[in-house]
């Protein structure tokens, strides 16, 4: 019975320590990657084109708000999905890959400017908020940053529940 736990428990752990399929090729796409100041339109051929970046703010829960500052602030997640050729990879070695923290500082990633923002939290490891990043074999990457906002803005209750 013993020896039946301990052999479960090597093969949980070679599972838990196994490299994914994967890890050579985010590995040798990163390697051959580039600078992260240089966006992926600049290298396109024969001209530099615009970088199409997609935006969308979900929005978790709304609080702190206060009409006397103006000022409200939100918790939700940002997500961003562009397209960058220099993360394009072959199918066969996965369908997607999710990036850990460190390798995502390794990929150019769009700025985010928030009109009339006064204070927006930034992922620090364990911090609570989340952050993910995953490519996709066309070189398709989708970021999701769960993020802590405050927002200057004309707070008006007067009418609550019944503004418009």
């Known amino acids: 019975m013993r020896l039946l736990l301990l052999l479960r428990l090597l093969l949980l752990l070679r599972c838990v320590t196994a490299m994914p399929s994967w890890a050579p090729a985010i590995d040798q796409i990163l390697a051959s990657y580039g600078s992260i100041a240089v966006r ?9 084109t615009v970088d199409v970046v997609h935006f969308q703010v979900g929005v978790d829960m709304m609080a ?5 500052r103006q000022r409200w602030s939100m918790n939700g997640y940002f997500r961003t999905w562009w397209h960058d050729p220099r993360l394009a990879f072959n199918e066969t070695d ?16 769009p700025t985010l400017y928030v009109e009339k923002a006064v204070g ?3 992922v620090k490891e364990n911090d609570g908020l989340a952050e993910s ?26 009418f609550l529940p019944f503004d418009n």
Not at 64 to 68: A, G, T
Not at 133 to 158: A, D, H, W
Request: charged fraction near 15%.
């Open 40 to 48: 992926p339109g600049e290298l396109s051929t024969p001209a530099p």
């Open 133 to 158: 990043m995953t490519i996709y074999p066309t070189g398709l990457v989708f970021r999701s940053q769960q993020r802590e906002i405050t927002l200057s803005c004309p707070v008006n209750l007067k």
């Open 64 to 68: 702190n708000i206060d009409q006397v």
């Open 94 to 109: 996965a369908k997607f890959i999710h990036l850990t923290a460190a390798q995502q500082k390794q990929v150019w990633q």
């Open 120 to 122: 927006m939290t930034e």
